[in-house]
């Protein structure tokens, strides 16, 4: 745009003298021939769906609700905050009856599509049977959902808790294993993120979500990371350091190892190949066991494989979730042995809405959709085509530093200097406003808030894949 106003500025004062001569006829050619060469603003795939008309509170007046009654913790993205009313599929709707392409999926959430008719049909038809019942009485729902959930697991991962979120599924799993094995100490990754509780707190390695309060018996190791880590790809060098944390920090004994399969507020950190494995021998040969944080990469994400971990040959001892499998309603699950689940029984444990039928039965419809609608298949394909367009627009523009990811769970890193790999964090927000203003939602993640997070709802299409690439490539051109 600068360009283009100094071009335009040059023209009109060479107009000036040239009119003088009886030449303008000619200048105005001229200048009708850089306003002609300006890209237009790329046009969303149609969509056959008309929003409900909206008849609530104004933004303004949602805003001042949420400063006089909410936590003043909560934050927006955007200059303008967005008020989305209504969703469905891949687009969510603002209260304008404006469409927009939501390549965000409410944080990784939203796995089937916004307001997706069979989960929707599960929910309501279990809703006018019963909504809560506790597990204290029996209802099919829990064990049915139970029974296919373990189905998509390897090995002996065969018995399940319930949950309501990701980080419940994490303290409960980190418990566990110290329960298990009789040690305290966890060994966790520098960047990671593993919810706001007190031990997930703890195993949280990112000063911006962390408190100042007690969090003990948590060692972070190096992490991982092939583009900004210091060994680069080399996975194994990478996992030395989990072995001397051991060593030098614990008794040589530990309770475990949790890590994500891609860090996902991290910034879609893909652990650098050749890592895991040789971390879970490390940590089981210090007696601990071995928890695969799924909560953001699980339910077909990756399009590769159904569960993140089994992209790197590894079979954990417990396996954490969350987000996807519900598709939004509020969900979350511990699965493990047989032998680490009994440790359970030497005390109560009680979830109240752990197992909840209306949730139980929204996340068995989970299932169903990403199988007959073969989400799995449509991740890797779509998510494939969408990493090969964004690495063409990093070859494009030198503020791309990295295009990474799986399926999709894409993240792509901006820097205002490669070879420093700068963080460029108010270019970020920047170009996250532009887009949003073309009709395109992206998350933002990383340590430096500049990585964009390209997690949308597993029914994406190709059409949605080339429109997104389209706008950030206009929005980019601007800058």
């Not at 000036?16 to 050619?29: E, I």
């Not at 944080?293 to 954490?320: C, K, L, M, N, Y």
Request: include cysteine.
């Amino acid at each position: 745009m600068r360009r283009l106003t100094a071009v335009n500025t040059l023209l009109k004062r060479e107009y000036s003298v040239l009119q003088r001569h009886g030449f303008a006829h000619t200048v105005a050619q001229r200048t009708n021939s850089v306003h002609q060469t300006e890209p237009k603003v790329p046009k969303m795939p149609p969509f056959n769906y008309s929003p409900q008309p909206y008849d609530g509170p104004s933004t303004a007046e949602i805003i001042s609700k949420r400063q006089e009654f909410l936590s003043p913790a909560l934050f927006h993205f955007y200059n303008t905050p967005l008020n989305i009313v209504e969703g469905k599929m891949q687009y969510v709707f603002d209260e304008s009856g404006r469409r927009y392409l939501d390549a965000f999926g409410g944080i990784a959430t939203v796995s089937c599509g916004h307001s997706h008719p069979e989960v929707v049909e599960s929910v309501i038809k279990q809703l006018k049977l019963i909504q809560h019942s506790t597990i204290l009485y029996l209802n099919h729902t829990m064990s049915d959902f139970a029974e296919a959930l373990v189905s998509t697991l390897p090995g002996d991962l065969k018995v399940v808790f319930f949950t309501n979120s990701g980080t419940e599924a994490n303290e409960l799993a980190m418990m566990m294993a110290r329960l298990y094995t009789g040690s305290n100490d966890i060994v966790s990754l520098r960047n990671s993120y593993h919810g706001n509780a007190a031990a997930t707190m703890g195993a949280t390695a990112q000063s911006n979500w962390k408190f100042n309060v007690v969090q003990s018996g948590v060692h972070h190791a190096i992490n991982p990371d092939p583009y900004r880590g210091i060994f680069g790809s080399e996975g194994e060098k990478y996992a030395r350091d989990v072995h001397d944390l051991i060593q030098f920090g614990t008794s040589g004994q530990v309770a475990g190892f949790i890590g994500e399969s891609i860090q996902g507020v991290g910034g879609i950190v893909e652990l650098a190949p050749g890592y895991l494995p040789v971390v879970y021998d490390t940590v089981r040969g210090a007696g601990g066991v071995c928890i695969a944080d799924e909560v953001q990469s699980g339910f077909a994400r990756t399009g590769t494989h159904f569960w993140g971990f089994q992209s790197h040959g590894v079979i954990p001892d417990i396996v954490t979730m969350a987000k996807g499998i519900g598709n939004g309603i509020p969900l979350g699950a511990v699965v493990t042995t047989p032998e680490i689940a009994s440790v359970l029984s030497r005390r109560c444990y009680f979830n109240t809405f752990g197992g909840n039928p209306m949730c139980t039965a929204a996340g068995h419809a989970v299932l169903r959709v990403i199988h007959q609608e073969k989400l799995q298949e449509n991740a890797f394909l779509v998510g494939s085509h969408l990493k090969r367009r964004l690495t063409h627009l990093k070859d494009k523009y030198e503020i791309i530093g990295d295009v990474r990811g799986r399926g999709l769970m894409l993240g792509v890193e901006f820097v205002t200097n490669r070879d420093l790999r700068t963080p460029a964090k108010s270019e970020t927000l920047h170009l996250m406003d532009q887009m949003k203003e073309m009709g395109v939602l992206v998350g933002k993640g990383g340590f430096y808030g500049n990585v964009f997070r390209i997690t949308p709802p597993l029914c994406f299409t190709m059409s949605d894949s080339d429109f997104l690439v389209d706008v950030m490539d206009h929005a980019l051109s601007k800058m």
